[in-house]
């Protein structure tokens, strides 16, 4: 038997190729265990972020201070900013430094919310 003769006894596998679903995928990679989608990324609502807003800047703080700390990107942080401002929970401020600081309104909202002052 030549090595040609082997080749055409053995059985064709045919290969299938498709594109696996977002829990294959998971599977994968992770195994079986299954992973709570969750607790790899918190999902946040606008209730929550203009809450983390407010609670930073009870004392004043710059632009990019309330970015970082709240964890959202600028396009957010504007639109967030803007919409407190015209709410008047938050004012710009000059002295001591330029950037933001809650207002009464804005205190009176956490306080609501988390029942402290």
Known sequence: MTMRDNIAIKPQMK???????????????????????????????????????????????????ILYTTKINFYQLSRHLDFLMKTGMIEEITSPLEGYRTTEKGRTVLSLFFGQD
């Open 15 to 65: 290969m299938e190729r498709r594109h696996m679903t977002s829990s294959e995928t998971m599977k994968h990679f992770v195994g079986e265990k299954r992973v709570n989608s969750s607790s790899l990324e918190e999902r946040r609502d606008r209730l929550d972020i203009l809450l983390a807003m407010l609670q930073v800047a009870k004392e004043p703080i710059k632009k990019t201070h």
